[in-house]
T-cell receptor
Framework: NAGVTQTPKFRVLKTGQSMTLLCAQD?????MYWYRQDPGMGLRLIHYSVGEGTTAKGEVPDGYNVSRLKKQNFLLGLESAAPSQTSVYFC?????????????FGSGTRLTVV | RKEVEQDPGPFNVPEGATVAFNCTYSNSASQSFFWYRQDCRKEPKLLMSVYSSGNEDGRFTAQLNRASQYISLLIRDSKLSDSATYLCVVSSTYSGAGSYQLTFGKGTKLSVIP
């Protein structure tokens, strides 16, 4: 099915552990984004990419790294997880949908850091 | 000042009621405007784009006032299935990056009661 797939869907980490969240899209979209959503907050942009091999910082980039080695994949890494990174992470891609640009979101990764 | 501000909610309304959501944005250079819907523990999904001339999609009407930087969403004859969180979303350049990013409001939760 066409769309954005995030793995894993759930994860519990201990403080200081590392992990990588994978986002894959099969729509040939150039733009990809990582957001986090916390209770009582809107989605906040962590990092984004405007094409293969490019990445840029968003609103809340600290503690995260990203890579876009292949156009279809956008990886979000946590090198040393902290409880403040407990959140729901959403990946999105943007591309042409008809005559305009549209965003497609993945179903999210629920991360708990204990 | 937050970039995108919405009514804090929640709104609890009976079936058949008309409900209005309000939103203001701070970046006068914002280009595109949207309402997204987010069901509990799900990803945001586009409800409708918002155009300066106002637009309607069935029971949903969206309006934009660029001069006052105000966006609204009206739902008529509300249904139980309309229960969700409604997100006001604005597209603007981020930190002069030259590409447009989405900025989300915190959302307003709507519960339609039988």
């Amino acid at each position: 099915n066409a769309g954005v797939t995030q793995t894993p869907k759930f994860r519990v980490l201990k403080t200081g552990q590392s992990m990588t969240l994978l986002c894959a899209q099969d729509m040939n979209h150039e733009y990809m984004y990582w957001y986090r959503q916390d209770p009582g907050m809107g989605l906040r942009l962590i990092h984004y990419s405007v094409g293969e091999g490019t990445t840029a910082k968003g609103e809340v980039p600290d503690g995260y790294n990203v890579s876009r080695l292949k156009k279809q994949n956008f990886l979000l890494g946590l090198e040393s997880a902290a409880p403040s990174q407990t959140s729901v992470y959403f990946c999105a891609s943007k591309g042409r949908q008809g005559g305009t640009y549209g965003y497609t979101f993945g179903s999210g990764t629920r991360l708990t850091v204990v | 000042r937050k970039e995108v501000e919405q009514d804090p909610g929640p709104f609890n309304v009976p079936e058949g009621a008309t409900v209005a959501f309000n939103c203001t944005y701070s970046n006068s250079a914002s280009q595109s405007f949207f309402w997204y819907r987010q069901d509990c523990r799900k990803e945001p999904k586009l409800l409708m784009s918002v155009y300066s001339s106002g637009n309607e999609d069935g029971r949903f009407t969206a309006q934009l006032n660029r001069a006052s930087q105000y966006i609204s969403l009206l739902i008529r004859d509300s249904k139980l299935s309309d229960s969700a969180t409604y997100l006001c979303v604005v597209s603007s350049t981020y930190s002069g990056a030259g590409s447009y990013q989405l900025t989300f409001g915190k959302g307003t939760k709507l519960s339609v009661i039988p």
